[in-house]
């Protein structure tokens, strides 16, 4: 998956590489973190019109991977998720 670079916390010791993300009936975001490089990406796609997951949005709508990160950060903190400190 091609991702964007996006600020994210410090390494939390006990998340590894990784990815989580969300899917709605419209978009799709994943957000993946490399845990060496203490570096968190995400990829958004719309599944309406970009049924393949062929053009990454991430780049162009800042704002909707901004509040697909909140909620995610929000449903994995619920769960008790590590990987919800680093987002």
């Known amino acids: 998956i091609p991702t964007v670079p996006i600020p994210c916390g ?5 998340v590894p590489d990784g990815r989580r993300g969300l899917r709605g009936t419209r978009h799709k975001s994943v957000f993946v973190y490399d845990a060496k490089e203490r570096k968190l990406s995400a990829a958004l796609f719309d599944l309406r019109d970009d049924p393949y997951e062929r053009h990454d949005l991430a780049a162009e709508r800042p704002d909707l991977v901004a509040a697909e990160r ?3 950060k929000a449903r994995l903190t619920a769960l008790g998720d590590p990987f919800a400190a680093i987002l």
């Open 10 to 14: 410090p390494a939390v010791e006990g």
């Open 70 to 72: 909140a909620a995610l």
